[in-house]
Nanobody, 116 residues
Framework: QVQLVESGGGLVQPGGSLRLSCAAS????????MGWYRQAPGKQRELVAR???????NYVDSVKGRFTISRDNARNTVYLQMISLKPEDTAVYYC??????????WGQGTQVTVSS
């Protein structure tokens, strides 16, 4: 059974930082592309950052320079370090695991709220 379990969300003031974690089980983690998506109320889910099995990374323009995605294959965990948070970063953040066009898994999401 595949499980992706996110943690690390919460309430933070503008300009603050959070680190999200996603622990995976039931998959050959090192083979998977891992991603972080987010969905704000009334908006579509969007890709925030992704990291390939080889460690290559991509970011949506709005988070470049502020968010960093990384992975620890020994721990089967992917991270999203977020700094200089803005109110518009408020959303539910979802972890995603993808392998080719066949395998696609989601976590349950973790809420990030940026507010003073």
């Amino acid at each position: 059974q595949v499980q992706l379990v996110e943690s690390g969300g919460g309430l933070v003031q503008p300009g603050g930082s959070l680190r999200l974690s996603c622990a995976a089980s039931g998959i050959m983690f090192s083979n998977y592309e891992m991603g972080w998506y987010r969905q704000a109320p009334g908006k579509q889910r969007e890709l925030v950052a992704r990291i390939s099995s080889g460690g290559f990374t991509n970011y949506v323009d709005s988070v470049k320079g502020r968010f960093t995605i990384s992975r620890d294959n020994a721990r089967n965990t992917v991270y999203l370090q977020m700094i200089s948070l803005k109110p518009e970063d408020t959303a539910v953040y979802y972890c995603n695991a993808k392998l080719g066009g066949l395998y696609f898994y989601w976590g349950q999401g973790t809420q990030v709220t940026v507010s003073s």
